[in-house]
């Protein structure tokens, strides 16, 4: 026995003997589970549950509070005789964590994540079935959990050491990783920034686990199972991606049938992986929902494993039963009372026997080598194409998905309470994304081009306009060295392509990416990259003075975007992902979809060659009042929308430079409350919810919906919308307001500015300005990020040990240099 607390061990023996004893199974087996001939032990974890609602949040801390820990204290790792009921200790922590026991192939050993005695980070350790020989394989400032033995000795984890945090949540990310059998040699396997789970070996040698990714498209739908070979190539869907909503998690092959058993987490995941046991047959391909069959009626199981193609072993709080294929079941274990008093559950229920190992798959990496290879069969074959003409794709716009150095979700926050990405983007993509540059597609619609290793790249189908055709919303991944391809855009996994010879791209040597004009930025910003634009081409026109049409395109700051970012989101002049489904039909994302290319720059499909408009291919086009961007003013435009259309470009505006006015509501709802209530029956303008697509957000809209705050400008407060549109023109407003109720005489709310409560609101407004200038944001001189970044980016070693949280700290160079911590530069330290 062996015990990792401070009782002696003696003490800790008896202890232990007697509460597993407590929580013995007295029941005989019914004949229907009669476990299969071999099969008598199965070792299991005990520990509290994660304290976050969500699957992947039992590791690390809250970003919004380093001492609010995500796990509890109480760990033990355990054996259980299936056939006598007599449970025994391997491992005992009352001030610890024991998760994720993994049995070797030979049966004698268990690989397993431990939290040692008070520590703060779980690593992978290793002890004999028989309790001797525990010995720890990792350590550093990071988690290490989920394991599997490998077929070639080494280990596959996942691991917090992928050093990024939840685009959508308050908590640290943990990708694939792999190592050497004594925990040296720590290599990624993915570039996710999003998270990966519960990685298991496939019979033909391949790894299966659970891949969250959103890349322009819905948080809380694509969480789905995926296939990787054990060195990192060959990234390919397994089941799910194309099938909204079920976290697949804790899946592992049942032997000798082609199919896994796995939890089917009910929408975006219940804590701990609960779900429904279910199985799936990949064979008809990976969107067949037909195809998996559910088992359990509840869906409050996890950690199934099987011990014969028709019998499961899994835990269910704190019980561990046994589970038939038609849903019978026999709890053959549950926790003593003290414990389920404590919170303990029990997890991962694993047979202790011996297997044969899988096959091996050779490995591809060159880790020499600073990229890898992609080859596109043919761009115009896929799904949802309608309407693409071969030829139509002259090239692939390569970007760069990028992981978040902090994160936060922080109930009760005056500004970030439901929306998580702001202000990075107004209810459109949680992440930014870097513009590397584009390659050539042949006419036969082929393209075989280097990219670089190890990073998330996803590709948007551009016409001879650079407008795009198709656009991809998952990301793929190379491993140094790699050579991968595909046959199509969006391709059906279960279709053969049509015949075609030999690829045009394959008949010369790789391209290289090319990259923009350098005065373009690799990740776009709109104040400091955008609003110059449009300052010079539109704000003549629409400004808080004259808005023609009702737009203002000027850049005054409002409590937390700018006046012209409000109005293009808002109006959607722009179309980019917008949180929802993925596989958009074409030209339905991206520039060539977004009204604001009409306005500025309209080149869109149907229009004239280019080689019969001149040395300018733009200047025989009528734009709006013939407004004429030069093409780099173009580019930069279209390279903005196609990378999420975003107004910060910078990670370290989370949680900062937010400056809501503090307005007079209740006076506001008696004045303005018969023309400008929204639902429920409130006034309009409480909450702060800004996403347009939301039921319950305010509608104080002025033909810009949104909320009141909006409409407040902290540039220039007496040019507020929220003033300017209910003072009279003889006043100097703009006079929009008037009462519904045609009987009654159309004058304007505030007659002149003596008015009280045009006083009260400019007032508030003037507040919120001095704040801002005071805590300044991402755009303006002398910004100070939020401490939570600052922490971070010192705990990564980006930031020097000496920077302090209120020192002015340029946001930009320190996200490039966080994103420069994952690039693979073979050579370099």
């Not at 969500?54 to 204290?73: C, I, R, T, V």
């Not at 990229?371 to 799904?383: I, M, N, P």
């Not at 634009?533 to 737009?551: A, F, Q, S, T, Y």
């Not at 409000?566 to 929802?580: A, E, H, S």
């Amino acid at each position: 026995m062996r015990f990792m607390g401070f009782c002696p061990r003696t003490i800790a023996y008896a202890t232990c003997l007697l509460l597993l004893a407590a929580g013995k199974s007295t029941a005989a087996a019914p004949a229907p589970l009669d476990l299969p001939p071999g099969v008598d032990e199965i070792v299991f974890a005990v520990r509290q549950p994660g304290k976050d609602g969500h699957w992947y949040a039992n590791f690390g801390y809250w970003s919004f509070n380093p001492q609010g820990k995500l796990y509890g204290d109480g760990g033990r790792l355990c054996r259980l005789n299936l056939r006598t009921g007599e449970p025994a200790v391997l491992v005992d922590d009352p001030r610890g964590g024991v998760r994720d026991p993994r049995v070797h192939y030979d049966g004698r050993k268990v690989l397993f994540s431990y939290r040692r005695d008070g520590g703060e980070h779980y690593h992978l350790y290793e002890i004999n079935t028989d309790d001797t020989g525990l010995k720890q394989l990792t350590d550093g400032p990071f988690d290490d959990f989920e394991p599997a033995y490998l077929p070639d000795g080494d280990l596959v984890f996942c691991s917090s050491r992928c050093r990024r945090w939840v685009p959508c949540w308050s908590t640290q990310v943990a990708i694939l990783y792999r190592c050497r059998a004594d925990g040296s040699e720590i290599r990624p396997l993915s570039s996710n920034i999003e998270q990966e789970n519960t990685p298991a070996v496939l019979p033909d040698g391949r790894l299966l686990y659970t891949r969250w990714e959103y890349v322009d498209r819905s948080q809380v739908d694509y969480h789905h199972l995926w296939t990787i070979n054990p060195d990192g190539t060959g990234q390919m869907i397994y089941y799910g991606n194309q099938n909204r909503g079920t976290v697949m998690i804790d899946a592992v092959p049942v032997p000798d049938t082609g199919t896994v058993v796995c939890s089917f987490s009910p929408g975006h995941g219940r804590r701990e992986h609960a779900g429904a046991i279910t199985l799936v047959d990949p064979k008809a391909g990976p969107d067949q929902q037909g195809k998996a069959r559910r088992i359990t009626k509840e869906a409050d199981y996890h950690d199934p494993f099987p011990l014969s193609q028709d019998l499961f072993v899994v835990a269910r709080g704190p019980s561990i039963l046994l589970l038939g294929r038609k849903g019978e079941e026999r709890t053959v274990y549950t926790l003593p009372e003290a414990d389920i008093r404590a919170g303990l559950e029990v997890h991962e229920p694993r047979p202790i026997v011996a297997r044969r190992r899988e096959p091996l798959i050779p490995a591809r990496v060159e880790a020499a080598e600073p990229t890898g290879r992609l080859v596109l069969a043919d761009v115009h074959y896929g799904r949802n194409m309608p309407g693409v003409k071969r030829g139509e794709v002259k090239k692939l716009l390569v970007l760069e998905s990028l992981p978040e150095p902090v994160n936060f979700n922080m109930p009760g926050h005056p500004v970030f309470e439901v929306s998580w990405m702001e202000p990075v983007s107004l209810g459109g993509t949680f992440a930014l994304a870097r513009v590397l540059g584009t390659v050539p597609v042949e006419p036969d619609g082929s393209a075989n081009f280097e990219v670089p290793a190890l990073r998330s790249l996803f590709f948007v189908a551009l016409d001879e306009n650079d407008l795009a055709v198709k656009r991809m919303q998952s990301f793929v991944t190379v491993q140094p060295g790699e050579t991968t391809s595909c046959a199509g855009c969006h391709e059906p996994r279960t279709a053969t392509p049509p015949p075609a010879g030999a690829l045009a791209a394959l008949e010369r040597p790789p391209s290289r990416i090319e990259p923009f004009d350098p005065a373009i930025p690799d990740v776009l910003d709109f104040p400091r990259d955008v609003q110059p634009i449009l300052d010079r081409h539109c704000v003549e026109c629409h400004n808080p003075d004259k808005r023609e049409g009702r737009v203002d395109l000027c850049g005054d700051r409002t409590p937390l975007y700018s006046r012209s970012y409000w109005t293009i989101v808002r109006r959607r002049l722009v179309v980019d992902g917008r949180n929802l489904a993925g596989n958009r039909a074409p030209r339905t994302i991206g520039a060539s979809a977004s009204r604001l290319m009409d306005y500025l720059a309209p080149i869109r499909k149907g229009v004239r060659p280019l080689e019969s408009r001149g040395s300018d291919p733009f200047s025989s086009v009528k734009s709006h009042y013939d407004v004429k961007l030069t093409p780099r003013e173009r580019m930069t435009v279209i390279l903005w929308i196609e990378t999420g259309a975003v107004y910060a470009g910078t990670y370290a505006a989370y949680h900062s430079g937010a400056a809501p006015a503090n307005l007079p509501k209740a006076e506001m709802e008696r004045r303005c409350g018969t023309c400008h209530a929204g639902p429920p029956a409130k006034a309009a303008w409480e909450g702060y919810d800004a996403r347009f697509w939301t039921k319950k957000g305010p509608r104080l809209d002025l033909g810009e919906a949104g909320p009141a705050t909006s409409l407040c400008n902290l540039t220039r407060p007496e040019k507020s919308l929220l003033l300017t549109a209910p003072l009279s023109r003889a006043a100097g407003g703009l006079g929009i307001c008037r009462p519904k109720d045609a009987t009654k005489p159309a004058t304007s709310p505030f007659r002149d500015t003596a008015d009280p409560l045009y006083a009260k609101l400019l007032s508030a407004i003037r507040d919120a300005q001095a704040k801002l200038d005071k805590i300044t944001r991402f755009d303006m001189p002398d910004f100070c990020p939020n401490e939570h970044y600052v922490r971070e980016l010192k705990r990564f070693g980006v930031l020097p040990p000496n920077v302090e949280p209120g020192q002015p700290v340029d946001p930009y160079a320190a996200d490039q240099a966080y994103w420069r911590l994952f690039w693979h530069r073979p050579g370099e330290r």
